[in-house]
């Protein structure tokens, strides 16, 4: 039966993604749905095992460790699994709507989807630290893939810069990882972290662990290397951009944080842990201060991302050399900041798709009179910026929250500076919108109306986001899963 | 000092060479063959590094196998994408264009199929 499971997850989106290379757009619609909901029930199916039996590790194809590829399922990766399932999900349904059928190019975004989603799958699920760099690539190449189905110069422009810093920063985790090949003779993270535990390994350079963080980093656009993410997020197709701010960036970061948190003890550094967690300060509040000053409504949102990506680097400082009980809960909080962000900024990008559709413009100050004419679209956008803000119940206030708690038991105070600031930044960025679209002062007052789903998906994600702080405790639950007994099948 | 070693090196070299071109040079192509120079270098890392541990290895070898594709592959991408994005603007670094016309001087390239 978790053959099945395991079979859906990797082998099915790769699967669609041959399938809907075959077919136009509007056929590549129909499979995917198809596909949307066969990934959320093996989704959901893999949860159902692992709550019932503990977490385990799975040799792909029967494979043991040090030949085959080895397969984590735990908690954490199983919470990512399900967010991607709901978010990729939305975010499919989202473009089978808002894509022009009629544009031939658009018929390449359902591959390219599939080969994402089958990347992020094998990016939560891995082990092995060489297959962990198949699936960044993976997701890379197609995440370039779908920005440039914009198909102008803009975007082939933003592309390529994407591309070429995704490449530079997976050549340095590769570069790292090779390193700790030579080192360890292994591939395997759980079988390093084994090995470094057991204590009969002879301590471990620096420049490894700086190699491989900084090349993730990079895929992840901490400041100061998050120069490209903010053209492709800006310029991409929004549902593609909800999808890059949403996922993309988690996976690398989502690899960070393993290696860091399995080896960081051993690898790391107190020196290291705090420059990380300097530079996600600075993230936070330059990136909301340059979300603040864009002109273009869609560079606020995407600025806002590199603001948001800064709160999760606060891991780092806040895991390593600390009590249990902190490392936990940093790690909470976290795993919320993650999930909120990713449903809050979806909802956020496809609800700017709406209004940018609607207003037909980009700019914020365009927004004019649109408050009485798409509120729907502008209330998700709101409710998104409050769980950005973290303003209670959201789920960005419940990470915030746990994050300021592990600040202050950990005695690292001032990281309480930063989550607070952080918080009043974006509220200016989100008021900022909201009092651009309620100028009245306009003699337009045609408004193209979008499709009535493509007003409901981003009140859901938002909805979704907002109510998370209210079950955090089943949500962390989840993540808390710890391995079986047995270890294996 | 083994052979093993000295290709390890080497690749350290190579990355380094890589990573000033791909830095410094503004021309695409250029940029993506710098790219290609960084991971000759790190596959060679990887190799000689591992044999210089642990003895002949076919693990690494494998792994480098796996790299090359990879890097094909975003190769391949990155000059489809260098070629299209000449046609439309004329341009072959990332420079900025004048502001005012990075979206609209785009519009007329009537789009074919990619």
Same mark, same amino acid.
């Given at each position: 039966?978790?053959? &099945?499971?395991?079979?859906?997850?990797?082998?099915?989106?790769?699967?669609?993604?041959?399938?809907?290379?075959?077919?136009?757009?509007?056929?590549?619609?129909?499979?995917? !749905?198809?596909?949307?909901?066969?990934?959320?029930?093996?989704?959901?199916?893999?949860?159902?095992?692992?709550?019932?039996?503990?977490?385990?590790?799975?040799?792909?194809?029967?494979?043991?460790? $040090?030949?085959?590829?080895?397969?984590?399922?735990?908690?954490?990766?199983?919470?990512?699994?399900?967010?991607?399932?709901?978010?990729?999900?939305?975010?499919?349904?989202?473009?089978?709507?808002?894509?022009? $059928? /009629?544009?031939?190019?658009?018929?390449?975004?359902? $591959?390219?989807? &599939?080969?994402? &989603?089958?990347?992020?799958?094998?990016? !939560?699920?891995? @082990? @092995?630290?060489?297959?962990?760099?198949?699936?960044?690539?993976?997701?890379?190449?197609?995440?370039? =893939?779908?920005?440039?189905?914009?198909?102008?110069?803009?975007?082939?422009?933003?592309?390529?810069?994407?591309?070429?810093?995704?490449?530079?920063?997976?050549?340095?985790?590769?570069?790292?990882?090779?390193?700790?090949?030579?080192?360890?003779?292994?591939?395997?993270?759980?079988?390093?972290?084994?090995?470094?535990?057991?204590?009969?390994?002879?301590?471990?350079?620096?420049?490894?662990?700086?190699?491989?963080?900084? =090349?993730?980093?990079?895929?992840?656009?901490?400041?100061?290397?998050?120069?490209?993410?903010?053209?492709?997020?800006?310029?991409?197709?929004?549902?593609?951009?909800?999808?890059?701010?949403?996922?993309?960036?988690?996976?690398?970061?989502?690899?960070?944080?393993?290696? &860091?948190?399995?080896?960081?003890?051993?690898?790391?550094?107190?020196?290291?842990?705090?420059?990380?967690?300097?530079?996600?300060?600075?993230?936070?509040?330059?990136?909301?201060?340059?979300?603040?000053?864009?002109?273009?409504?869609?560079?606020?949102?995407?600025?806002?991302?590199?603001?948001?990506?800064?709160?999760?680097?606060?891991?780092?400082?806040?895991?390593?050399?600390?009590?249990?009980?902190?490392?936990?809960?940093?790690?909470?909080?976290?795993?919320?900041?993650?999930?909120?962000?990713?449903?809050?900024?979806?909802?956020?990008?496809?609800?700017?798709?709406?209004?940018?559709?609607?207003?037909?413009?980009?700019?914020?100050?365009?927004?004019?009179?649109?408050?009485?004419?798409?509120?729907?679209?502008?209330?998700?956008?709101?409710?998104?910026?409050?769980?950005?803000?973290?303003?209670? $119940?959201?789920?960005? #206030?419940?990470?915030?929250?746990?994050?300021?708690?592990?600040?202050?038991?950990?005695?690292?105070?001032?990281?309480?500076?930063?989550?607070?600031? =952080?918080?009043?930044?974006?509220?200016?960025?989100? #008021?900022?919108?909201?009092?651009?679209?309620?100028?009245?002062?306009?003699?337009? @007052?045609?408004?193209?109306?979008?499709h009535r789903s493509l007003e409901v998906i981003p009140m859901i994600l938002a909805l979704l986001s907002l109510g998370l702080g209210l079950?955090?405790?089943?949500?962390?639950?989840?993540?808390?899963?710890?391995?079986? /007994?047995?270890?294996?099948? | 000092?083994?052979?093993?070693?000295?290709?390890?090196?080497?690749?350290?070299?190579?990355?380094?060479?890589?990573?000033?071109?791909?830095?410094?040079?503004?021309?695409?192509?250029?940029?993506?063959? +710098?790219?290609?120079?960084?991971?000759?270098?790190?596959?060679?890392?990887?190799?000689?590094?591992?044999?210089?541990?642990?003895?002949?290895?076919?693990?690494?070898?494998?792994?480098?196998?796996?790299?090359?594709?990879?890097?094909? +592959?975003?190769?391949?991408?990155?000059?489809?994408?260098?070629?299209?994005?000449?046609?439309?603007?004329?341009?072959?670094?990332?420079?900025?264009?004048?502001?005012?016309?990075?979206?609209? +001087?785009?519009?007329?390239?009537?789009?074919?199929?990619?």
């Amino acid at each position: 039966m978790i053959l &099945w499971v395991m079979a859906g997850l990797l082998f099915t989106p790769l699967a669609w993604a041959v399938l809907t290379l075959l077919t136009g757009f509007r056929h590549g619609r129909w499979i995917s !749905w198809l596909g949307i909901v066969l990934q959320a029930l093996v989704s959901v199916g893999l949860w159902a095992f692992v709550t019932r039996d503990g977490g385990f590790y799975y040799p792909l194809g029967g494979w043991q460790s $040090p030949l085959g590829i080895e397969l984590r399922v735990d908690g954490l990766a199983v919470t990512f699994v399900l967010l991607t399932a709901v978010v990729a999900g939305a975010c499919g349904w989202h473009a089978s709507l808002y894509l022009d $059928p /009629e544009k031939s190019w658009h018929r390449y975004f359902w $591959p390219l989807f &599939w080969f994402l &989603w089958a990347g992020l799958n094998v990016v !939560w699920l891995g @082990d @092995d630290l060489f297959n962990l760099y198949v699936g960044l690539e993976l997701i890379s190449l197609s995440a370039v =893939g779908l920005v440039a189905l914009g198909g102008q110069a803009g975007a082939l422009r933003a592309a390529l810069r994407y591309l070429l810093a995704a490449l530079l920063g997976s050549l340095f985790y590769l570069l790292g990882v090779a390193l700790l090949y030579g080192q360890f003779g292994s591939l395997s993270l759980s079988g390093i972290a084994g090995l470094l535990e057991s204590g009969d390994v002879e301590s471990v350079p620096v420049v490894i662990m700086v190699l491989m963080l900084f =090349g993730l980093a990079m895929k992840t656009a901490l400041f100061p290397l998050h120069k490209w993410l903010p053209p492709a997020h800006g310029i991409a197709k929004s549902p593609v951009s909800a999808l890059l701010s949403a996922l993309v960036v988690k996976a690398s970061f989502y690899i960070a944080a393993r290696v &860091w948190l399995e080896t960081g003890h051993h690898m790391g550094g107190y020196a290291l842990g705090q420059l990380l967690g300097a530079l996600g300060g600075a993230a936070v509040i330059w990136g909301s201060w340059l979300a603040f000053r864009q002109e273009k409504l869609k560079q606020v949102v995407a600025y806002s991302s590199v603001a948001q990506i800064g709160y999760l680097f606060l891991l780092f400082p806040l895991t390593w050399n600390v009590s249990e009980t902190i490392s936990v809960q940093a790690q909470q909080g976290m795993t919320l900041q993650v999930i909120s962000h990713a449903l809050a900024k979806s909802a956020m990008f496809l609800a700017a798709g709406n209004l940018i559709l609607s207003v037909g413009s980009n700019r914020v100050d365009a927004l004019a009179g649109v408050s009485r004419f798409l509120p729907f679209s502008l209330f998700s956008f709101g409710l998104a910026g409050v769980s950005l803000m973290g303003l209670p $119940p959201s789920g960005g #206030f419940a990470a915030k929250w746990l994050l300021l708690q592990a600040s202050l038991a950990s005695g690292q105070w001032w990281w309480l500076a930063v989550l607070l600031f =952080g918080g009043l930044l974006s509220a200016a960025y989100v #008021f900022r919108v909201y009092r651009a679209s309620f100028v009245e002062k306009t003699d337009v @007052d045609e408004f193209y109306h979008p499709h009535r789903s493509l007003e409901v998906i981003p009140m859901i994600l938002a909805l979704l986001s907002l109510g998370l702080g209210l079950v955090a405790e089943p949500v962390l639950s989840v993540m808390a899963i710890s391995f079986s /007994e047995g270890g294996g099948l | 000092m083994t052979p093993s070693l000295l290709y390890a090196f080497a690749g350290v070299g190579l990355c380094t060479i890589g990573l000033y071109g791909f830095v410094r040079l503004a021309h695409l192509l250029r940029k993506l063959l +710098a790219f290609n120079l960084i991971g000759s270098g790190v596959f060679l890392v990887m190799v000689g590094l591992a044999q210089h541990h642990n003895g002949p290895d076919p693990v690494p070898q494998a792994l480098v196998l796996t790299g090359i594709v990879v890097a094909i +592959a975003a190769t391949a991408l990155a000059v489809v994408l260098i070629r299209r994005y000449f046609h439309l603007s004329g341009q072959t670094t990332l420079a900025e264009p004048a502001r005012g016309n990075d979206e609209g +001087a785009s519009q007329s390239g009537e789009d074919r199929q990619r």
